[in-house]
């Protein structure tokens, strides 16, 4: 199976503060990975798809990039309502694998 | 709006069986494949298997052949998943996900817990 290893697994910020997560997979997955977001109690929502590109709806201080086998999730300017749990997907290989997550506070 | 309506909690004994409810509205059933995902805090999300409503084709994660059978009702626009030979590690919320645009969760259901325990 591919690995993902996402990091931090928490992280605390200010707002209107950058915030960058990582996913690193074990292999190349080309741009097949998407980023989701689940808010506490609710259920994961897509964010990013394609390694690049924002889901309907998605606000622009989003954005997702891509250096080899290295994935990156920016939110721009961190809102009150980005608080929750962030977690990459691979759709390269079944089966699809997701990281960790990561926990992101407001400080 | 897409909508993926899923069954309630469930608390249930080892060794029995569960079988799970998603339920679609919003779109064209038939139309768009259907993932499984498995949530605990030990081992975050898993992928479980897909089906294709039309056809019933299905695709499993090894981990999870044996344990998980997906299944649909076209009628009812309904998903199902049933869980075999239950034990306490099958104890988490499991979500139903649409796949979307091309092979992305675009929409999930609201989880159903299930609890193993005597």
């Known amino acids: 199976d591919i690995q993902m290893t996402q990091s931090p697994a928490s992280l605390s910020a200010s707002l209107e503060e950058i915030v960058t997560i990582t996913c690193q997979a074990s292999?190349?997955?080309?741009?097949?990975l998407a980023w989701y977001q689940q808010k506490p109690g609710k259920s994961p929502q897509l964010l990013i798809y394609?390694?690049?590109s924002l889901a309907d709806g998605v606000p622009s201080r989003f954005s997702g990039s891509r250096s080899g086998t290295q994935y990156s999730l920016k939110i721009s300017r961190l809102q009150v309502e980005d608080i929750g749990s962030y977690y990459c997907?691979?759709?390269?290989?079944?089966?699809?694998?997701f990281g960790a997550g990561t926990k992101l506070e407001l400080k | 709006q897409v909508q993926l309506q899923q069954s309630g909690a469930e608390l249930v004994k080892p060794g029995t069986s569960v079988k799970l409810s998603c339920k679609a509205s919003?779109?064209?059933?038939?139309?768009?494949?259907m993932n499984w995902i498995k949530q605990t805090t030990g081992q975050g999300l898993e992928w479980i298997g897909i089906?294709?409503?039309?056809?019933?084709?299905?695709s499993y994660n090894v981990k999870f052949k044996g344990k998980a059978t997906l299944t649909v009702d076209k009628s009812s626009s309904t998903a199902f998943m049933q869980l075999s030979s239950l034990t306490p590690e099958d104890s988490a919320v499991y979500y139903c996900?649409?796949?979307?645009?091309?092979?992305?969760?675009?929409?999930w259901g609201q989880g159903a817990s299930v609890t193993v325990s005597s």
């Open positions: 996900a649409r796949v979307g645009r091309r092979v992305w969760m675009d929409a």
């Open positions: 919003g779109y064209t059933f038939t139309s768009n494949h």
């Open positions: 089906i294709n409503p039309g056809s019933g084709g299905t």
């Open positions: 292999q190349d997955i080309g741009n097949w």
């Open positions: 394609d390694a690049t």
């Open positions: 997907q691979q759709a390269h290989s079944n089966p699809n694998t």
